[in-house]
């Protein structure tokens, strides 16, 4: 900051409460001392719907929140990832998880090995068969298993990467309740109406409708809610994923039955015309419904979910600076990308992450704003390309299904080299783990044209006795492990 230079003196958050506490309560617990918080909480009308998170997610290493604070709620479980069912035709299914890396052998992946073993047979289309038994927390959860990661790294188990089910509601009280402090003000309100700064480039309050009007130097929505406010200029840098993402309307309800003694992890269905995903929670289920309006109707999508709830518009995309002048827009205000994978929940927690590492200290906050909004784009572009790729790669042939194809360019990077030769390709501060793009690539029929030069060098018969080493570890491991849901203190490191 320059010296002389005006400081922040306050902050004000607007949004629902499953948006907005996720910022508000990394922010509170961050914040300078010298910094006011005012959290403006509206009202929200819409249904709760289900999450599925990351126990590994930064944001509950900040706050403080463990596995054993989730299991406090009335409607958290815990799974390793999310089944696929008929992506690649009706019968198919994939568990998706999260993965620690493999262990090479020589310094070579073992996908690579096993794409060696393939090819040595003349058998390449036997690679995801030989494949599988290597993919340890897919085996543990096809076991109808459970286990938190490992601390120890030595172990197979900490390969592991566990996800939290829980309802929004209760998400949003939990975070509510990590925010105790005496520089918070928390109002109950609905924005009405922006007042800009004399310049007319910068936001100078917010009124609500009780009449009050939130001034502040920084101002952040987390929801969208003012978004339709006049006076604030629109973005113009909306990227939209129609192409990829084929699906305009969206839909949700509570199941009626309650989900099996298993707690299954989240299932995502490919169906005609749409996408069902279903998440088992500890007493009920949720389901959430995305359909192309061409090719489902509304009625049949209130009866594939047996509900007359209406559906509403869903035009997944993002902007690509949603830090402009004093005023940030994160969340549904700044991205859209739907509940497939939780993808929604992914990008909200990574801005606030980034965010709270870049709250100014100065009202001039042109640094801030363009690192931010780079690095804004780096989450969005791999967000997007994630949860794109078993899109692309399904195997579908109505519509839409079979019409998705068209790539960003740094998708197609990842794909044309891994077809070329097994190989993914990374790129700046990865949010995902490498070992779940290489699992889905060849889980989804990816067989690459040729192997690592390095693996033909192995000696096959010396490898087939180490590779049978690892997967007797991974057997026992899979042993160890108690077939029910862990209960409150039993959690590992």
């Known amino acids: 900051m320059k010296d002389g230079e005006q400081r922040v003196g306050r902050i004000a958050i607007f949004g629902k409460a499953r948006e907005l506490w996720p910022v508000a309560s990394l922010l509170g617990k961050t914040l300078p001392s010298e910094i006011e918080l005012v959290v403006v909480e509206v009202p929200d009308t819409g249904r709760p719907v289900p999450l599925t998170i990351r126990l590994d997610d930064p944001l509950f290493s900040r706050l403080g929140i463990t596995a054993a604070d989730f299991q406090g709620t009335d409607s958290a479980i815990f799974a390793l990832g999310t089944e696929l069912h008929d992506w690649q035709g009706e019968g198919s299914r994939f568990l998706q998880t999260g993965s620690g890396p493999l262990p090479d052998i020589e310094q070579i992946a073992i996908h690579q090995i096993m794409l060696r073993a393939a ?29 938190f990661q490992s601390s120890d790294p030595a172990s197979p188990l900490s390969m592991l990467r566990p996800t939290v089910q829980i309802e929004s509601g209760q998400y949003a009280v939990l975070l509510k309740t990590r925010c105790a402090s005496d520089r918070i003000e928390i109002v109950g309100a609905r924005p009405k109406a922006v007042q800009l700064a004399s310049d007319r480039e910068r936001v100078g309050g917010i009124e609500l409708d009780n009449g009050r009007i939130i001034e502040a130097d920084l101002f ?14 629109e973005p113009s840098d909306w990227y939209a994923l129609s192409d990829g993402m084929p699906f305009d309307r969206q839909i949700s309800a509570q199941r009626s039955a309650m989900p099996s003694a298993s707690k299954p992890p989240a299932i995502a269905q490919a169906v005609a015309g749409g996408l ?8 009920t289920s949720m389901a959430q419904l995305v359909y192309a309006s061409g090719a489902l109707s509304s009625e049949a999508a209130q009866a594939l979910l047996e509900t007359d709830v209406e559906a509403t518009v ?43 590492a870049l709250v100014p200290t100065g009202l001039d906050m042109t640094v801030e704003a363009r690192e931010f909004n780079r690095r804004h784009l780096i989450v969005a572009e791999q967000v997007r390309d994630f949860i794109l790729l078993p899109l692309v790669l399904n195997g579908r042939t109505d519509a839409p299904w079979r019409g998705i194809g068209n790539l960003p360019e740094s998708l197609a990077i990842r794909l044309e080299q891994f077809r070329s030769r097994g190989r993914l390709v990374t790129f700046e501060s990865e949010l995902f783990d490498e070992q779940s793009w290489i699992d889905l690539m060849i889980g989804f029929g990816i067989v690459p044209d040729r192997c690592d030069p390095m693996a033909r060098s192995l000696d096959m018969g010396l490898l087939a006795r180490r590779l049978k080493k690892l997967t007797q570890a991974f057997d026992r491991a899979l042993a160890t492990i108690a077939e029910q849901q862990p209960e409150a203190g039993a959690f590992l490191a």
């Open 220 to 233: 952040i929505d987390s929801s969208g809610v003012l978004n339709d406010l006049g006076g604030l200029k």
């Open 276 to 283: 069902l995903m279903t998440t088992a929670l500890r007493k």
């Open 119 to 147: 090819q040595t047979y003349d058998q390449p289309d036997r690679l995801a068969y030989l494949y599988q038994p290597f993919r340890l927390p897919a085996r543990v959860a096809a076991a109808g298993k459970f286990a």
């Open 314 to 356: 869903f035009a997944p995309g993002y902007v690509q600076q949603p830090w402009v002048g004093n005023l940030v827009r994160l969340g549904r205000a700044s991205a859209w990308f739907g509940p497939f994978l939780c993808a929604d929940t992914t990008m909200l927690h990574r801005q606030a992450v980034i965010l709270e």
